[in-house]
């Protein structure tokens, strides 16, 4: 028999996603990407030892979704041989993370534009929704949608 | 700044209409919908200037005038468009900013009157009642909170790491700052 749950019925099931891991090549620079070019805020930055950080940053719009940019280097995440193959991939671009979202498109992309992030697709009417494609500094790509009003 | 056709067109190059203005090479196809774009353009370089003017300016003594002049436009019609797309007055922004910033200096330990002048407002009554009013926290409160975050994130920087990173990477195992 099939039953139609709301989400409010599924009280024990899964509600949230409230941590995702993106990889990044250097945290100091992807810091200086997600915090002063983003705008995102940082939620938990610790040391955990050396060469190691933990350090998660928030969309404004939603501070209970932590993104963690986890660095890829040799250590307790990944081996030698793991780190070397996961750093190629992420600077060759092979990792899309995500959708962002923003209120206004065009005046989001101008403005990123202007603080030095690369675009690779600039705001374009597609049939499913307004969107444009950016690039993290280490080469994560992510899409960037307007809410629709 | 004037703009080629082509760049602006670049800015909405709806696939559709952008197939048919450049088919066989000829001369851009007039579309109505794409032209009451683009004088959009122009008042969005603007608008967007307007706004990194204020994320750079806020600590200054900068009013509304200001604002208005380096975006070009009358102080009405710059709010009204501003409004548009931040869902904020410039002025409204304005304040936003000098308290997103104050929470940044709060959370480094300053003195609530050194932040208070530092991020432009010039009266520690009418800032800390605006910092409650946009963060439902005075700023004596927020800082000790924070401050307080901190410290355990210093000591103990597990209790804010989901255990399955720490666990699957034996961090609980080969550390000892639990």
């Known amino acids: 028999m099939i039953t139609t749950f709301g989400l409010s019925n599924n009280i024990n099931m899964i509600t949230k996603l409230n941590h995702v891991s993106v990889f990044v090549l250097d945290q100091n620079s992807a810091y200086d990407f997600y915090v002063n070019k983003l705008g995102f805020t940082v939620n938990t930055d610790a040391a955990m030892g050396p060469g190691m950080r933990w350090l998660t940053v928030c969309p404004p719009g939603q501070p209970e979704l932590e993104i963690s940019l986890m660095a890829v280097t040799e250590g307790m995440m990944f081996d030698a041989q793991s780190a070397h193959q996961m750093r190629e991939l992420v600077q060759r671009g092979t990792f899309g993370f995500g959708v962002f979202e923003c209120n206004d498109l065009i005046a989001t992309y101008e403005e990123l534009k202007a603080k030095g992030v690369e675009f690779t697709k600039a705001p374009t009417k597609e049939f499913y929704g307004f969107e444009a494609l950016f690039k993290d500094d280490s080469g994560n790509w992510f899409s960037l949608g307007e809410k629709k009003r | ?178």
Request: glycine share 2%; charged share 25%.
């Open chain 2, 1 to 178: 700044m004037i703009l080629s056709w082509r760049e602006r067109t670049n800015m909405f190059n709806c696939s559709v209409l952008t197939g048919s203005a450049f088919s066989n090479n000829k001369k851009p196809i007039f579309i109505p919908e794409m032209t009451n774009q683009l004088p959009k353009i122009y008042l969005y370089r603007r608008l967007v200037q307007a706004k990194l003017f204020i994320d750079k300016n806020y600590h200054e003594p900068i009013d509304l005038n200001d604002i208005a002049d380096e975006a070009y436009f009358s102080k009405y019609h710059f709010i009204r468009l501003f409004k548009n797309i931040y869902g904020k007055t410039p002025h409204q922004y304005l304040i936003q900013v000098r308290v997103e910033n104050a929470r940044l200096q709060l959370k480094k330990g300053l003195p609530i009157a050194n932040v208070c002048y530092a991020v432009g407002f010039d009266s520690v009554t009418s800032f800390s009642a605006l910092f409650k009013k946009i963060t439902s926290r005075s700023p004596a409160n927020y800082q000790q909170t924070e401050l307080k975050r901190q410290a355990e994130m210093q000591q103990s920087p597990l209790k804010f790491i989901p255990g399955c990173f720490a666990r699957e990477k034996e961090w609980l195992r080969n550390r000892n700052f639990q």
